[in-house]
Nanobody
Framework: QVQLVESGGGLVRAGGSLRLSCAASGRTFSNYGMGWFRQAPGKEREFVAADMWSGSSTYYTDSVKGRFTISRDNAKNTMYLQMNSLKPEDTAVYYC??????????????????WGQGTQVTVSS
């Protein structure tokens, strides 16, 4: 089993930055796929970013390209989401996730096997 613990959320002004962390415990390996999703009030959980093969392939939703960066530190079993130039529309609960198979699309929540508890990110205008 894989347990994911998130941290790094908070309140930030528009244009500011935050770095989210997701620490994994259990049998987590470098070849697992990892992703970040977010859910704003009244909206469905949406894909934000993902990586595969220890970060050799990365993917982003259009709205965050050029602003967000997904990365991982395999030695620490930790993944990160660096968020720069934050906008009020980025306000959401952010979730990290891990999947053990690449047979499903990376942008779908149903493709992932384990989830963090979520961390609130609030961007003020």
């Amino acid at each position: 089993q894989v347990q994911l613990v998130e941290s790094g959320g908070g309140l930030v002004r528009a244009g500011g930055s935050l770095r989210l962390s997701c620490a994994a415990s259990g049998r987590t390996f470098s070849n697992y796929g990892m992703g970040w999703f977010r859910q704003a009030p009244g909206k469905e959980r949406e894909f934000v970013a993902a990586d595969m093969w220890s970060g050799s392939s990365t993917y982003y939703t259009d709205s965050v390209k050029g602003r967000f960066t997904i990365s991982r530190d395999n030695a620490k079993n930790t993944m990160y989401l660096q968020m720069n130039s934050l906008k009020p529309e980025d306000t959401a609960v952010y979730y990290c996730a891990v999947r053990m198979s690449y047979s499903r699309p990376y942008r779908y929540t149903t493709s992932y096997d384990y989830w963090g508890q979520g961390t609130q990110v609030t961007v003020s205008s």
